[in-house]
């Protein structure tokens, strides 16, 4: 089992739309939850990190964590064909490396 | 705030040469970098991370004496390519871990590497 599990998509929604991207893990001990989000032939951009449970918004985009379960969720409204990239989650537990997951391939069609 | 950049962008280059990528912290001091490689479609794959003034610790299977990684400055990680083969050509990415205690991390804009 790998440590972070993400649907690699191709994930396809209409603009306006509500994007919601997902992330399962399963070391207890990651801390840290971040989402990049990555252009095609780019570097990825962080859009957002939290520390253990709770939720994060940041203007359109919500980072949510659900440590009990661990589930990790970012959520894009009133999505636009500017949002379409591929999205990956991260995670860290303070020590070691940042531990990827796939990364989901999102388009958002005008 | 938080730029990485990484130089050159794109490169190619003949099969048995030697390929050298720079990666800069250019607002902020890095004292951990890291070197990710990453193929079409796929997720990032951590070659090695870097501390400045010491030897880079390289993920299982990745070839030291191949990827040589340089962290000279709390500014500036080098990985150099020798000898490179057509099976190297990759997009190269760096990243540059923010030494304030925040456990933030930011990437450069990646290298494109072509090996004929």
């Known amino acids: 089992q790998k440590e972070v599990e993400q649907d690699p998509g191709p994930l396809s929604v209409p603009e306006g739309a509500i994007v919601s991207l997902n992330c399962t893990y399963s070391n207890s001990a990651f801390q840290y939850f971040m989402w990049y989000r990555q252009y095609s032939r780019k570097g990825p951009e962080l859009l957002m990190y939290?520390?253990?449970?709770g939720n994060k918004e940041d203007g359109r985009f919500t980072a949510q964590v659900d440590k009990s379960s661990k589930y990790i969720s970012l959520f894009i409204r009133d999505s636009q064909p500017s949002d379409s990239a591929t999205y990956l989650c991260a995670m860290w537990e303070g020590a070691q490396k940042l531990v990827f997951g796939q990364g989901t391939r999102l388009t958002i069609n005008p | 705030g938080a730029v990485v950049s990484q130089h050159p962008s794109r490169v190619i280059c003949k099969s048995g040469t030697s390929v050298k990528i720079e990666c800069r912290s250019l607002?902020?001091?890095?004292?951990?970098m890291f070197w990710y490689r990453q193929f079409p479609k796929k997720s990032l794959m951590l070659m090695a991370t870097s501390n400045e003034g010491s030897k880079a610790t390289y993920e299982q299977g990745v070839e030291k004496d191949k990827f040589l990684i340089n962290h000279a400055s709390l500014t500036l990680s080098t990985l150099t390519v020798t000898s490179a083969h057509p099976e190297d050509s990759s997009f190269y990415i760096c990243s540059a871990r923010v030494t304030s205690g925040i456990s933030e991390q930011f990437f450069g804009p990646g290298t494109r590497l072509t090996v004929l």
């Open positions: 607002d902020f001091q890095a004292t951990t």
């Open positions: 939290t520390y253990s449970s």
